[in-house]
């Protein structure tokens, strides 16, 4: 069946009727899921388990077995299971704490909903039905890479979602990996490029990244960088855009762009040709710039920023470490940082004005730039949209479970996210998700 993206974000009262929250007796209401009660997880489905769908508009059958409980949700492969050691003691509280929590990105995209209103479309991600959709499906991808909600409306946000960026980022990183592999197969080099300049605490966000593109961009622009391009055999590039922020300086936005080229080029040839450009772009461009601003490495510094490509927004193992945040501490703190820091000390700093300031200058950008035509000469089309991406489209998956719109409602409005429900599945199959729903259900009615 095809799975649509619909950017429209319907209230509840706009959905069908169907689709409302039934004005039922209190201790009444919809019937979970089409699944009788303590059913086992191998039929805990409306579509049965070994019944595989894709995003594409052919349902494709597939012999598949149901998952044991305890795979991995939403996760890699490779971070399927906890770490060895499961708690530990906070000092402060004298709480024994989990080291391992894969719900953290759903709380902080709550924290996010907080600091960007009601408004942004961060609010309805993965809380809202998909306007023409009855039911949210728990789905497995069939290729092993975990588990995830359908028929939800996405946001698509690299930027300021946690649970959006955390898809968006694999196949990001996969495409650049790809790219790279392609190239090199062809005879050519990868070099990295670093590019930022002297900021200060007083500088707004908004103007000094407005600034910082408009260097990118003239670095790029006459003669000068078309003889470069020659003498470097630089056949394209992907440019990335980060920005982490820190007491005594402020905002710092940076790029890391990947040149393609020669297999002859070097780093000293790309130093050498490229730094004068960049600071006669800063100077265009108003930025002050230091050689320091500047820098072009190879080798082992492509592979390790290929491997954690966007730091800042790649949601991995280190992410889901319960505290990690403060175990990092608050230099060089990225957005995600912000909301983090939040989440453990609401009332100790301006961690939600910080992410609002960064929503808004980073609204509507990529975060990844390739070169007119290069990705689909490398990798032979140009991709899907960060949107696409989000919501799962053409991913091949099964459907474990089905939880009603009445039921969906009730589990949101007791205050349980997607992370708790896919995890409560994970842990205790249908029948701690057929708890977890009745308890919302007595919450909704006060029994």
Known sequence: MYVSHDSTVPSENQLPSENRPPRARPGGGATAARVPRGGPLAAAAATPAGHARSGGPLDTPASIAAPPVGAALETP???????????????????????????????????????????????????????HRHEVEIRERVNGGGRFLGNLQTCGSVWVCPVCAAKIQ?????????????WTERGGGVLLASLTFRHSRADVLEDILRRFKVAVRAMRDGKRYQRAKRELGLAGSITGYEVTWGHANGWHPHAHVLLFVDGDATVDDARALLWPLWERACARADLEVEPWAFDVRDGAAVRSYVTKIGTEYLWNAEHEVVKSHTKRGRSGMTPFDFLRAHLEDPAGGPWLRLFAEFARA???????TWTRGFKHELLGSDGQSDDAVAASLGEQYVVLATITAHDWIALRRAG?????????????????????????RGERHGT
Do not use: M
């Open 170 to 182: 694999a196949v990001r990183a996969l495409e650049v990996r790809s790219a790279i592999d392609a």
């Open 77 to 131: 492969t490779r971070f399927a299971s906890a770490p060895s050691g499961t708690a530990s003691l906070d000092e402060a509280t004298g709480e024994l704490l989990p080291e391992w929590d894969p719900t953290i990105k759903w709380q902080l995209q709550a924290v996010a909903r907080a600091a960007l209103g009601p408004d942004h479309r961060v609010h309805h991600c993965h809380r809202h039905l998909q306007g």
């Open 362 to 368: 980073f609204h509507g950008r990529n975060q990844l």
């Open 416 to 440: 349980y996210d997607g992370g708790t429900v896919l995890r409560t599945f994970d842990l205790a199959g249908w029948d701690g998700l057929w708890r977890l729903i009745e308890a919302a």
